[in-house]
């Protein structure tokens, strides 16, 4: 496959985005939808210090996110819509409650979007490609708020039944996925760290400086962050796969998306339990899902398979 051009069964020739391909008006334009609301956030960070922000927030924010990050990377992504690994039933309930505590939706409706992302990447029939629109600075410009979070304000609502009829079996998972208990989920999100800065500082204060700093803001972050591996790399960054589609490595998102953003690997081999899979790539979810591994919570770990991963090498 070359870098502009695929084609792969019925599937029609993807638009060349070759780094040469791509102006730089149109690279400027991630800025708007990704970085700019996270330095906006940083730079909200000394305004507030000593007043509406202290150390005490800053310290729940970073206790808390990596929960709800894995809760989507290791739970959402790679066991429950790829089957990267088979889990203990309080695993997978917990793993799903933390996922649906980052705001980003019930496991089910989740799985369902995501599988439809890989059954049709970067083509029609995608629920969030950059390249919906065309390239050019206004069709890419237009793509990329789209693949970010404009997507979600679509009418049309991928098929549960279609595409995530195993998950609708699964009884626990349907009681998670129902309104009433996902509003719970949901509500835990900014009651835990309430609670935690009310019982830090003992004062209510302390409780809705952590509402707003761990709960709201923390929430907004990692939404970003996530929200980026739809946009930002399907769009710039590195190949080292063969795929059909444009997905891409970002090294500079590896850390903050948990190695979420070894986007290329993934397409290449999406039941793989890991995404960074060559030197230096950084990927703490397979950690953490090694660590699950020895400790007897989760088995049959789809691992890399080097003759498989020699065989895609471009």
């Not at 000394?46 to 007043?51: K, N």
């Not at 066991?79 to 649906?100: D, E, N, P, Q, S």
């Not at 760290?193 to 509402?211: C, D, I, K, Q, R």
């Not at 690997?265 to 703490?284: C, E, F, M, N, Y």
Request: proline share 5%.
């Amino acid at each position: 496959m070359t870098a502009g051009v695929a084609e792969v069964g019925n599937r029609a020739p993807l638009p060349d985005i070759s780094p040469k391909a791509v102006p730089l008006v149109e690279r400027i334009s991630v800025v708007f939808f990704v970085v700019g609301p996270v330095v906006a956030l940083l730079a909200a960070v000394p305004f507030f210090w000593g007043w509406g922000l202290g150390w005490t927030d800053i310290a729940i924010f970073a206790f808390l996110y990596p929960f709800n990050a894995l809760g989507i990377t290791v739970g959402y992504h790679r066991h429950f819509t790829h089957k990267g690994f088979k889990a203990k039933r309080w695993l997978r309930i917990v793993l799903a409650i933390l996922g649906g505590q980052a705001w980003q939706g019930s496991v089910i409706f989740w799985v369902s979007d995501h599988r439809r992302h890989h059954k049709y990447a970067d083509q029609e029939g995608d629920p969030h490609s950059p390249w919906a629109f065309g390239p050019g600075v206004w069709g890419l410009s237009k793509g990329l708020f789209h693949a970010h979070m404009g997507w979600l304000f679509r009418k049309e609502r991928t098929s549960r039944t279609k595409y995530a009829p195993d998950l609708l079996a699964d009884r626990d998972l349907r009681i998670m996925s129902r309104n009433d208990v996902y509003l719970l989920i949901v509500a835990s999100t900014i009651l835990v760290p309430m609670g935690l800065g009310a019982l830090l500082t003992w004062s209510w204060h302390g409780a809705v400086t952590a509402l707003f700093w761990a709960g709201l803001l923390r929430v907004f972050a990692g939404d970003h962050i996530t929200f980026s591996i739809n946009s930002i790399c399907h769009v710039f960054g590195k190949t080292h796969f063969k795929t059909r589609d444009h997905s891409r490595n970002v090294w500079w998102l590896a850390i903050p998306s948990f190695g979420e953003s070894w986007h290329n690997l993934h397409h290449a081999d999406p039941t793989s339990a890991r995404h960074g899979v060559l030197k230096g790539q950084i990927d703490i979810s397979a950690r953490v899902i090694w660590l699950f591994e020895k400790l007897g919570w989760v088995w049959d770990v789809r691992w890399p398979d080097e003759e498989r991963l020699a065989a895609k090498r471009i």
